[in-house]
């Protein structure tokens, strides 16, 4: 796309802490960072203005106001496609789902679930998404969310997100026992190509859910055992629900291809090592 990139940065435009962006191929012709308050329409329209797309990342509150405004924002400066990156979590999370049963783009988590359960950030994501379906509905703006699991693979800062963490924790055997759920998971290059197609794809429309592969934390933790059987792992597993599955059938049918689960685990421990994370 010939268009810059936009990163809005809720609060600040710091160099040191946004340095790892700058540093990115083509960074000094198509990047520019704008400080902008999701709640504040004003500091929105400032950024968004001359866009053809927008990608919208984003708890409660800022992540369901925020998304009014930035799609407010979008519609008011004819913004042609909003990609709203929502998460698994607000498809995943219905504890009357079939167990049996693969959970696809049609499936919501149960609000009042996620309310019970003090799961505060899966329910900001699906307020969140839910707004956005609203606000497209209203407006006939073109908003296609993209729905990501548990994102691994090489990190481009040197600080842990809380993605990599679950990973980190694994490897360091940081507690002793943990729970065997079923882990579903994408690389983060491949999400950022799902988020692409959803943009780039004139037939994109509605949702999609970018997961690429689902495997218990016990077999997660022995394939890790295998590459590397110098760390510590956790000794024992608790079993716990699995959960359904999740597909990413219909974003697979927009050309999108992902990695091999190995690939990713092994640029995830290269990145973690060269960080100092594990040592």
């Known amino acids: ?17 946004n340095a790892h962006l700058y540093e990115l191929d083509g960074a000094s012709e198509n990047l520019r960072l704008f400080k902008a308050d999701l709640l504040d329409q ?17 708890l409660i509150e800022p992540a369901v106001k925020g998304t009014f405004n930035v799609l407010q924002a979008c519609l008011e400066e004819n913004v042609k496609r909003v990609i709203v990156v929502s998460s698994g979590a607000a498809v995943s999370m219905n504890p009357n789902w079939p167990k049996d049963q693969a959970m ?3 499936c919501w988590s ?16 699906t307020l969140a998404e839910r707004e956005a379906v609203e606000f497209g509905k209203r407006t006939g703006l073109d908003v296609v969310r993209v729905c990501p699991v548990l994102v691994l693979g090489p990190m481009l800062q040197r600080t ?18 943990t729970d065997d759920r079923l882990m579903k ?25 970018s997961a690429s592969h689902m495997i218990k934390s016990g077999d997660l933790m022995a394939k890790l055992r295998t590459l590397y059987p110098q760390y510590s792992y956790p000794r024992s597993f608790n079993k716990v629900d699995e959960g359904p ?10 050309g999108w291809k992902f990695r091999t689960l190995e690939e990713t685990l092994i640029d995830s421990v290269a990145c973690y090592r060269d960080a100092g994370l594990l040592d």
């Open 245 to 254: 599955n999740l597909t990413s059938e219909k974003m697979q049918k927009l």
């Open 42 to 58: 004003d500091s929105l329209r400032s950024a968004i203005q001359g866009c053809a797309g927008v990608f919208h990342k984003e």
């Open 185 to 209: 998971i994408v690389d983060v290059r491949d999400a950022a190509k799902s988020l692409l197609l959803a943009y780039e794809k004139p037939a994109a429309e509605g949702r999609y859910i």
């Open 1 to 17: 796309m010939s268009a810059p990139a936009v990163e809005i940065e809720l609060n600040s435009v710091d160099e040191k802490k």
């Open 110 to 125: 149960d609000a009042d679930f996620q309310k019970s359960q003090k799961s505060w950030y899966p329910l900001s994501k």
């Open 160 to 177: 842990v997100n809380a993605s990599s963490l679950f990973l980190i924790r694994l490897l360091k055997g940081g507690n002793e026992s």
């Open 104 to 106: 696809d783009e049609t």
